[in-house]
């Protein structure tokens, strides 16, 4: 099977990999680069489990061949919480009960972060918005849109 | 075959490699990928060009050209193109749309394809490396295409003569019960001279509501004045059957969206 | 939160130091941040990916299954039919007395419903696997089938499930679960009203948004390491014990982190195939079911069907009621001759009803076989129960929460099934209710209690 060489940086490092040709971002970033936090809930774009940021941009890691990333800046939720400081987003999700089985998390976080990094302080409506891509199965999504909320008040408060 | 990408830096290359036997053009990927990821093994090729063009969005003279991997988010979030950002919003969730671009669009089988029903309804031409096909004509012979889309092309509508409806059952994002566009020119005192409808999930793909369109002409927008037209609206249409609808149902329904997106 | 005290305050303890305060859950962090290990983030060298060929009809005789040209594909490294089982018949609640084994693991000579498991494909990539069950050909002799729990009760209806032979489960107590309390027939005589209605439901899926799925690691000692999603770690480890006839000692299974299961997670499915397959390759394998596959593939809820006939007397007392269930366990029994009989249970509700009869089925048809799913047995049957109540209280002309009041079991009251009725709070949550919703009953319901000392 032809390999194809692939440099992305993801979370801040460089990473440098070859892959199958072929192969979703998702599988490289699971089966090759070791970051488990996408998760594949259903590999059809439907769910958002898998959700990145991708150059500033949320994408479905389960629909974008990882060629197509070459050069490209990709951020996890496994990379948010540097040096073990939770980022507040990942504070809100804890404080507001917006994790139940935990499975849809990483991803409700990636798609609420992006719309935190252009909205600072969104309406309810964006919230509802920037998640509709999202599939929570546990939590009635609630707790998540108050989880959003409260961590874009705690930005705000702390930029004050 | 696994599955494998080659990237073309022309559109002239791209098209001769889609000439190989499994191949496929790979846009956003949102329903390629998807089909492969779900166990279609027909596709081993994936082919796409880099070519800058694809990606550009010009509007000069009234006029708008989209390159063909311009995404529903770059067309949602353009200033000149406001009139259609409603139709782009209406695809998918954010990430989708981050993805989805105009020419998978054009190819998305019912009940997807709502971004082209936009486009059928503004009489767009869909641009190749062998010239401009009207819309119509490309989306009832697009099986068998096998050149890469390059652009479309329409007249930019007047904000009040476009409109654009979809109707899903969960919101804000949802798979389309169905969809609707309209262009429709009205005189001074509001007696309609052209129109033309476009339909979403009334057919395995996009398609003119014609008998409706000519039950407008000279009509007024009001009930009585849109009442023979809501009764063609569902002629020549064979709604699909899928998880979000029956055909039953998107036929009961039809007319009554079409008034309220006259009415609006 | 808030924790009321007013309720049972003479009878409750209120030195607590847990109920009512906030706690954090001790595994939210590892959510938050991605770390948390789901089966599926477990990744081993060499994984073999396990894809199964599945039955397109809902009732066939499998005449001849050809796996050549499917062994042949690259990648393919060994391909399981029902044969290769050693066990290959089974139920999962054997294991505690609920027989017949009536489920094949692999199609043994027939299939009973779209989507049966028929040949397993083991290869190095999902693709290959993909590829190869494509080429798998399997000639059906297609069956009448049936789908409906009533025509499959009926004399000449085709018959499902062959370890039955009949439509429907046999408990001890014969055709259906019965209570028998009271007398039903005299109560009804008496009734000034007498209501009938039937209700019903269809299959539910549960749709977790992490798929069924399994990895097993071999360990090199006989041994085999399955991380699983199972929401029934000893139920799935000791039926794997007998599908595979291996000692459970032989059988490692880590699990408890379920990404949502809803109880459609308690079904024996995956682990037993993948070790098997992880046995005879000697390699890792995982076994994940597709979206589409737990979406059509995975038990959902049951359809139910719930007829109930009442008697009411005018001014409210219900004086009999005799409930007929059925319970569509589709092709094979899994959890529903359970949840059947925990509807039996279950009914009349949670009233006192002095004259009561049940019966509930548990039918056989070529559906998706159906299990658990929250309270299954009991929530279809409650929507039927309350719609009845409000229809019954429409019916005598009375407020339909002041109904309830005067049917609401309470303490020391028997229950049907003969189970006198301990620690009840029904009256306190529609006194509760009555109070959030703005719905005022008359003081004297405000003023009933559960509580019944000496009860
Ligand atoms: C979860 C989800 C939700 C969705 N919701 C909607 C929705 O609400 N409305 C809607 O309309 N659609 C929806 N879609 C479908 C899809 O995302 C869009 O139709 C999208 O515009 C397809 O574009 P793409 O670039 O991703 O196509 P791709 O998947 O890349 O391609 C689709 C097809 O078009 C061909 N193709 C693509 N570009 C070209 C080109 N330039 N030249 C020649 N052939 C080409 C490909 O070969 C392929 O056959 C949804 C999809 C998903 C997964
Ligand atoms: S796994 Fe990508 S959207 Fe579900
Ligand atoms: S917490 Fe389980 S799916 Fe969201």
Redesign the pocket.
């Known amino acids: 099977m032809a390999k194809v060489p692939v440099q992305f940086t993801l979370n801040g490092s460089e990473k440098a990999e070859f892959i199958d040709s072929g192969t979703t971002l998702l599988q490289a970033l699971r089966d090759k680069i070791g970051d488990t936090s996408p998760k594949g809930g259903c590999h ?3 769910c958002g489990a898998c959700s990145v940021i991708i150059d500033g941009e949320l994408r479905l890691s389960c ?1 974008t061949l990882a060629e197509t990333c070459d050069g490209a800046v990709i951020s996890t939720t496994s990379g948010l919480s540097e040096s073990g400081v939770l980022h507040p987003l990942q504070r809100a999700f804890l404080d507001t009960f917006a994790t139940q089985c935990g499975f849809c998390t990483p991803g409700m976080i990636m798609a609420a972060k992006v719309l935190l990094d252009h909205t600072p302080n969104p309406s309810r409506d964006e919230v509802v918005e920037a998640l509709s ?1 999202n599939i929570c199965r546990c939590t009635g999504y609630e707790p998540i849109i108050q989880a959003v909320l409260t961590a874009a008040r705690a930005n705000s408060q702390n930029a004050a | 075959m696994a599955l494998a990408l080659q990237t073309f830096a022309t559109v002239k290359d791209a098209n001769a490699a889609l000439k190989a036997q499994g191949t ?11 089909a492969a990821n779900e166990g279609d093994v027909s596709v081993s090729g994936l082919i796409r060009s880099t070519e800058p063009s ?1 990606s550009t969005i010009a509007v000069a003279g009234g006029k708008a050209r989209v390159g ?2 311009v995404t ?1 988010a770059a067309i949602a979030g353009h200033p000149e193109l406001g009139t259609l950002a409603k139709a782009a919003r ?4 954010p990430a ?1 749309r981050n ?10 089988p019912a009940p ?5 029903v936009a486009l059928l309804a503004l009489d767009a031409t869909v641009g190749t490396d062998g010239g401009e096909t009207p819309i119509e004509t490309f989306l009832a012979n697009r099986d068998g ?1 096998r ?4 652009s479309v092309s329409f007249t930019l509508p007047k904000a009040d003569s476009f409109r654009f409806l ?1 109707v899903s059952r969960v919101k804000p ?4 019960v169905l969809s609707i566009a309209g262009a429709l020119e009205l005189s001074s005192d509001g007696t309609v001279t052209s129109a033309r409808i476009a339909l979403g999930c009334m057919a395995d793909r996009p398609m003119r509501a014609r008998a409706a369109e000519k039950a407008l002409i000279g009509r007024k927008l009001t009930a009585d004045g849109i009442a023979p037209a809501l009764a063609a609206a569902g002629d020549g249409t064979s709604p699909i059957t899928d998880p979000i609808a029956s055909a039953w149902y998107r036929a009961e329904v039809l007319p009554v969206h079409l008034g309220r997106l006259l009415l609006a | 939160m808030e924790l009321r005290k007013n309720y049972f305050a003479d009878v409750r303890k209120d030195d607590l130091n847990e109920i009512g305060q906030p706690r954090p859950r001790s595994d939210s962090p590892g959510h938050v941040t991605g770390k948390t290990a789901f089966f599926a983030d477990r990744n081993f060298p060499g994984i073999l990916h396990l894809k199964m060929v599945r039955s397109p009809h809902h009732h066939a005789r499998i005449r001849s299954i050809d796996t050549s040209e499917a062994e042949k594909h690259p990648g393919v490294v060994k391909i399981l039919t029902a044969k290769d089982v050693p066990h290959n018949v089974y139920t999962i609640l054997i294991l505690i007395q609920v027989g017949p084994e009536d489920e094949t693991v692999l199609a043994d000579g027939k299939v009973r419903w779209k989507g049966e498991a028929v040949v397993a494909v083991l290869a190095e990539t999902e693709r290959a696997a993909q590829e190869a069950a494509a080429k798998v050909k399997v000639d059906y002799e297609v069956l009448p089938a049936v789908f409906d729990m009533e025509e499959a009760l009926k004399p000449g209806a085709p018959l499902v499930n062959e370890y039955h032979g009949q439509n429907y489960y046999l408990y001890d107590s014969g055709e259906c679960r019965k209570v028998r309390f009271g007398d039903v027939e005299a109560g009804f005589a008496g009734a000034d009203h007498i209501l009938e209605e039937s209700y019903q439901s269809s299959p539910i899926e549960h749709a977790p948004t992490e798929t069924t799925g399994c990895v097993v690691a071999p360990e090199g000692n006989d041994r085999f390491t399955c991380y699983t999603n199972t929401q029934a770690m000893f139920f799935t480890l000791d039926n794997t014990s007998i599908i595979l006839q291996m000692p459970g000692s032989k059988l490692h299974f880590v699990g408890g982190t379920v990404g949502g299961g809803f109880g459609g997670k308690v079904d024996v499915i995956v682990e037993p195939i993948a070790i098997l397959g992880a046995k005879l390759t000697g390699r890792p394998v995982c076994f994940i079911y597709s979206r589409e596959e737990e979406m059509q593939i995975s038990s959902p809820r049951a359809a139910e069907k719930v007829v109930i006939k009442d008697g009411v007397m005018k001014d409210g007392r219900i004086v009999a009621r005799k409930v007929t269930g059925y319970t569509d366990a589709g092709a094979y029994s899994r959890h529903s001759p359970y949840g059947a009989q925990k509807g039996a249970g279950h009914y009349p509700g949670p009233y006192t009803i002095p004259n009561v009869w049940i019966d509930t089925y548990c039918v056989y048809t070529n559906r998706t076989p159906s299990s658990a799913m929250r309270g299954f047995g009991v929530t279809i049957g409650d929507f039927a129960l309350e719609v009845q109540m409000d229809k019954l209280a429409r019916l005598i002309g009375m407020d339909p929460l002041e109904f309830r009041f005067i049917n609401a079991y309470r303490d020391g009251d028997m229950k049907a099934h003969r189970q006198p009725t301990e620690g009840a709070a029904l009256i306190e949550c529609m006194q509760e209710a009555s109070r959030a919703a703005n719905w005022p009953v008359a003081e004297k319901y405000m003023a009933m209690s559960s509580y019944v000392k000496g009860a």
Not at chain 2, 90 to 93: D, I, N, P, Q
């Open positions: 059809q774009g439907t629909l891509g | 496929r053009y790979l846009g956003g990927g949102t329903l390629v990928v998807r694809l063909a991997s529903m209406a695809v998918g969730g989708i993805m989805a671009t105009v020419g998978g669009n054009l190819f998305a997807y394809g709502d971004f082209a295409s050149a890469v889309v390059t979809k994002k949802g798979v389309s």
